[in-house]
Each structure stands twice: as structure tokens, then as C-alpha cells.
């Protein structure tokens, strides 16, 4: 069935790098994304991986696809207050129109 | 800038009273989605639009409705609200072929339901 998990908060002190993970579920998925959702405001695209790949990197941020235990990561270099906010997994549901399936979210602290 | 616009951002509105939410485009996207988000959970999609293609999830519930009068805007039709249909309503476009098949999401609209 549909289902993207991911833990729910995660709390970092400001400098240090956050590690926000995520499982899904299908295989056939082409694309996996992370979304950013800062307070009272809509979903805004951080960054996405082609399923045939098992890295990028794009500045401060880098995700990992492990496709065999699909499993995703997002980590968040050098994390700043500005980066608190909830962050969203998604793969696209290959049965539909682009289709995106969320994770419920992880909310990231960042503190002093 | 070229963006997903979503009118009202804040609506409340008396249980049982329908109630219209609107989002419009500039992108000029083939592909419009409604999705309803609850506190502390994941966006759920309710339907969506390929042109004038309406497709409807299998689990969204009769009380919702949706038009799209043209390729720029696409209503949300809430005919009797119920207390649990309080939520964060967000659009969403995509260009079905385009890049990494991006959605662009607008702010949403919060609605409330007395």
C-alpha cells in the first residue's frame, strides 16, 4: 500500500547537522522529494532525487536513497534558526498523475 | 513572479454552510491538485485536474467538490462542513512531463468551522 513514515521531531543545537530520515514504499517510485513547511505557510520544494541515483548534494543539503531498504535521508549541513520548520518525504505514486505521497512530517528545532 | 495564489489564506465558516475556496495560477500547468492537510499530519490528496480531466481519490468524500473553469483557476466546493473538515486546504500545480515533475504548492487556506 501507500505509506511514507518519518519520525516526528528532531531537535538540534545551532551549527551542528541534522539528519532527518524517511522509509517508502514504492519501489517504483521515480522520483523521491523533501518538502519544507514553515509556520502557516504552504509546501515549498527543497530538493528531489531521481530514483537511479544514491546521492546529491546541493549546498548545505545532501540526500541518500538507499533503494533496497528504501530508505531516505535528508541531512542539513551547518544547521541555522532558519531552518526550523517541519520537513515532508514524498515519493511520487506511480499509478497517478504525479501523485505525491507525504510522510506526516518531521519537525525541526534548531537551538542555540 | 509566476506562483500559485490561493484566496481566501483564512476562512471560517458555520458547520452545515458551504463554503468556497479558490486557488489560480500563472504557471499555466496542465495539472491542479486539492489537498487537505490536518495538525500535525500529512497532506492528503483530494483530487485533481489534468486539463479538464477531473479524477477524484477513492476515499475523498462526497461533501467535496471541485471545478476548473479554466486552466488558471480551480475552486474547492465544501457544500456541508463538518467539525472535522477544519483543516489547512492546499493547491498545488505541476506541468505533467516537465522537470522532475515539480508541484508547486500556493500558501493554503485555513478554514475553521463553528
Known amino acids: 500500500g501507500e505509506d511514507v513514515e518519518q519520525s516526528l521531531f528532531l531537535s538540534v543545537r545551532e551549527g551542528d547537522s541534522s539528519v532527518i530520515n524517511c522509509t517508502y514504499t514504492?519501489?517504483?517510485?521515480?522520483?523521491l522529494y523533501w518538502y519544507k513547511q514553515e509556520p502557516g505557510a504552504g509546501l515549498q520544494l527543497l530538493t528531489y532525487?531521481?530514483?537511479?541515483?544514491d546521492m546529491k548534494q546541493d549546498q548545505r543539503l545532501t540526500v541518500l536513497l538507499n533503494k533496497k531498504d528504501k530508505h531516505l535521508s535528508l541531512r542539513i549541513a551547518d544547521t541555522q534558526t532558519g531552518d526550523s520548520a517541519i520537513y515532508f518525504c514524498?515519493?511520487?505514486?506511480?499509478?497517478?498523475?504525479?501523485?505525491?505521497?507525504f510522510g506526516a512530517g518531521t519537525r525541526l528545532a534548531v537551538h542555540p | 513572479d509566476a506562483m500559485v495564489i490561493q484566496n481566501p489564506r483564512y476562512q471560517v465558516t458555520q458547520f452545515g454552510k458551504p463554503v468556497t475556496l479558490s486557488c489560480s495560477q500563472t504557471?499555466?500547468?496542465?495539472?491542479m491538485y486539492w489537498y487537505q492537510q490536518k495538525s500535525s499530519q500529512a497532506p492528503k490528496l483530494l483530487f485533481h485536474?489534468?486539463?479538464?480531466?477531473?479524477?477524484n481519490e477513492a476515499d475523498t468524500p462526497d461533501n467535496f467538490q471541485s471545478r476548473r473553469p479554466n486552466t488558471s483557476f480551480c475552486f474547492l466546493d465544501i457544500r456541508s462542513p463538518g467539525l472535522g473538515d477544519a483543516a489547512m486546504y492546499l493547491c498545488?500545480?505541476?506541468?505533467?512531463?516537465?522537470?522532475?515533475?515539480?508541484?508547486?504548492f500556493g500558501p493554503g487556506t485555513r478554514l475553521t468551522v463553528l
Open positions: 498545488a500545480t505541476s506541468r505533467v512531463g516537465g522537470s522532475y515533475n515539480e508541484q508547486f
Open positions: 514504492d519501489s517504483s517510485s521515480t522520483y
Open positions: 532525487i531521481f530514483s537511479n541515483m
Open positions: 514524498a515519493e511520487i505514486f506511480s499509478g497517478g498523475y504525479n501523485k505525491l505521497i
Open positions: 504557471l499555466n500547468h496542465n495539472v
Open positions: 485536474y489534468y486539463d479538464k480531466d477531473f479524477n
